[in-house]
């Protein structure tokens, strides 16, 4: 599990783009308040396309465990609904944020039933509006661009956890595999087999190409090898039956667009299956559960050794070797799992 780190440092309550009344920003830093205010200053206008009221320090307070404070503090706002529009910003007063505050500091009454009597949403807009996938994300240090540029001191798994299952709540289809991968790998609470098979379950009905590794994978772990092939099989039969259709191209695109999404569903039908593949090895030891399907991998056998040593460049190069060790043993063992005749597959 992912506990939170206690670092020290700067505890802001901030202004944004809102009255003090209506939202503030919740946030941390290691700097002091002129620096860090001059520093988001700075940043809001070099950025020509941001136009923002200059951020103001509403609040502020030096503490041994700032990020304990802050991340609880955020625990309670993302998980009762309190989000704005952008990471840290909520719909409270300056009032309500300072009580919440200083109750976490001085370990008042943190009953959430009695904070909540005191905490007042300020409805600047609704939580339908909310974008929990991209919050989480972000939290969680996984946002796009940000993720070769994300500060580790404002990565917090146990907020984006939240996110992610405040969103799945509201009906947020992307949160759903988010949410069963936090419950697989024990980011932001203890890992929980039984929830993550029910929200990648989720994720599959949705749309099997994003569910299929993640459903098989935890059925692996769990030894349920069975329920493993079956989902390879189900996942293998729809999208042979919905061809185009279970890529996602409508009848009247153009051809141009047409061939796009095909060649693009081409690219995440062998990423799928070569996660399977990878999968299966790792966690089973074997591919003895997929002989039943060797001619769909035969098939795309061209496409899945594209597909492993381009993965096999990536990872040397970003040094994860480990994981590279798991590719070569599929490339090693791959051409004789095809051409093989046996129900298993030796070394």
Not at 34 to 59: A, G, H, M, T
Not at 105 to 110: A, G, H, S, V, W
Not at 198 to 205: D, P, V
Request: proline share 3%; charged share 25%; hydrophobic share 35%.
């Amino acid at each position: 599990m992912s506990l939170r780190n206690i670092i020290p440092g700067h505890l802001y309550i901030l202004s944004n783009d809102f009255e003090e009344n209506e939202m503030v920003t919740i946030t941390k830093s290691i700097m002091p308040p002129d620096q860090y205010i001059k520093l988001l200053n700075d940043e809001e206008k070099s950025n020509k396309w941001i136009i923002s009221k200059p951020s103001r320090v509403l609040f502020h307070k030096y503490l041994e465990n700032c990020s304990l404070v802050e991340s609880r503090a955020h625990e309670f706002l993302v998980q009762n609904g309190f989000c704005g529009g952008a990471p840290k910003d909520y719909q409270v007063s300056l009032e309500s944020a300072v009580f919440l505050l200083e109750s976490i500091i001085y370990e008042k009454n943190l009953k959430s039933s009695y904070l909540l009597e005191k905490i007042k949403h300020t409805n600047v807009f609704p939580e339908e509006g909310c974008n929990y996938h991209l919050l989480g994300q972000i939290f969680n240090g996984t946002y796009g661009k940000a993720k070769a540029e994300i500060n580790s001191y404002q990565i917090d798994p146990i907020v984006a956890f939240y996110c992610f299952k405040r969103g799945a709540g509201l009906g947020d289809e992307k949160c759903f595999p988010e949410l069963a991968f936090c419950y697989e790998h024990g980011i932001g609470r203890p890992i929980d087999l039984g929830f993550a098979v029910e929200y990648y379950r989720q994720t599959f009905a949705l749309n099997p190409i994003k569910g299929v590794n993640g459903l098989f994978r935890v059925f692996l772990k769990s030894g349920e090898v069975l329920k493993a092939a079956g989902i390879v099989e189900n996942f293998i039969n729809y999208c042979d039956l919905h061809s185009l259709e279970s890529f996602n191209v409508d009848s009247d695109s153009s051809e141009d667009h047409i061939v796009q999404r095909v060649l693009d569903g081409h690219r995440d039908f062998v990423r799928a299956l070569s996660g399977v593949l990878i999968d299966c090895l790792r966690f089973h030891g074997d591919w003895d559960i997929l002989s039943g399907y060797r001619d769909v991998f035969e098939e795309f056998s061209f496409s899945l050794k594209g597909h492993f040593e381009k993965e096999l460049r990536f990872l040397n190069e970003s040094k994860f070797f480990d994981i590279a060790q798991d590719i070569e043993d599929c490339i090693q063992r791959f051409d004789h799992f095809i051409d093989s005749d046996l129900d298993k597959t030796g070394t």
